[in-house]
């Protein structure tokens, strides 16, 4: 997959995944903003929405194209397991950073794989898929950027989000915010804060 991968000077490493339409340098400044010293890959979806990059295919806004999304979610589960062998990295130090449809991968990752990372920034995700059972999470640290007017990520599907993932023991803190799907620079500090005192 197209990617970046910027060495840091601690363990940690920053998995960042764009919205639709974005690509691999979008979220950078982001991860200089939650930690400067971790290490970052940064990856552009496979996928390709009239010229924008995406992480998977959709039918439509808001309804995922599951066949592609479970083929997607195992490429980039793979992807991330040759990164740490070519880049020398742990494969258990990896914390997701995902916006939108970025995070929505993220989450799928979670839903498929068990423990595919060490903790998970999603912001404004949605629930990826339903009707599945989930691996177990145990102590897993979720933080969850969302809007309580966002008018693709409802309020109602984060609660749903929440309560998916809390149940099989990760521990969510959800962070709301009143400025639609947005990825403001407050839900990015308030995430920052939280990755402080969890990762
Ligand atoms: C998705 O398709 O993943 C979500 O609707 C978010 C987005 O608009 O990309």
């Given at each position: 997959?197209e ?20 690509n ?5 400044p982001?991860?200089e ?9 940064s990856?552009?979806?496979?996928v390709s ?6 992480f998977?295919?959709?039918?439509r806004?808001?309804?995922?194209d599951?066949e ?10 793979q992807?991330i ?8 990295f ?11 449809n970025?995070a929505?991968?993220a ?14 920034i ?5 629930v990826?898929r339903?009707g599945?059972?989930l ?10 950027g969302?809007?309580?007017n ?6 109602e ?7 998916l993932?809390?149940k099989e023991g ?17 839900e990015?500090?308030?995430?920052r ?5 969890k990762?």
């Open positions: 997959m990617h970046v991968f910027n060495q840091g000077k601690s363990s940690n490493v920053l998995l960042l995944l764009h919205g639709t339409g974005g691999e340098k979008d979220l950078l982001l991860a903003m939650i930690d400067g010293e971790a290490s970052v890959l990856v552009r979806g496979n929405e009239q010229g924008m990059p995406r998977f295919k959709r039918l806004e808001g309804v995922f599951e592609d999304l479970l083929f997607r979610t195992e490429e980039l589960h992807f397991d040759w990164a740490a062998t070519e880049y020398g742990s494969r258990n130090e990896v914390i997701a950073v995902g916006y939108s970025g929505n991968i989450g799928s990752l979670l839903f498929h794989y068990e423990q595919p990372f060490k903790g998970a999603l912001f404004h995700p949605m990826p339903r599945v059972s691996p177990t999470m145990s102590n897993l640290p979720v933080f969850i969302a809007g309580s966002d008018p693709i990520c409802a309020p599907e984060t609660k749903e989000l929440d309560q993932l809390s990760a521990h969510v803190t959800v962070h709301w915010e009143q400025n639609g799907h947005q990825l403001t620079k407050q990015v500090e308030s995430a804060d939280w990755y402080q005192e990762l």
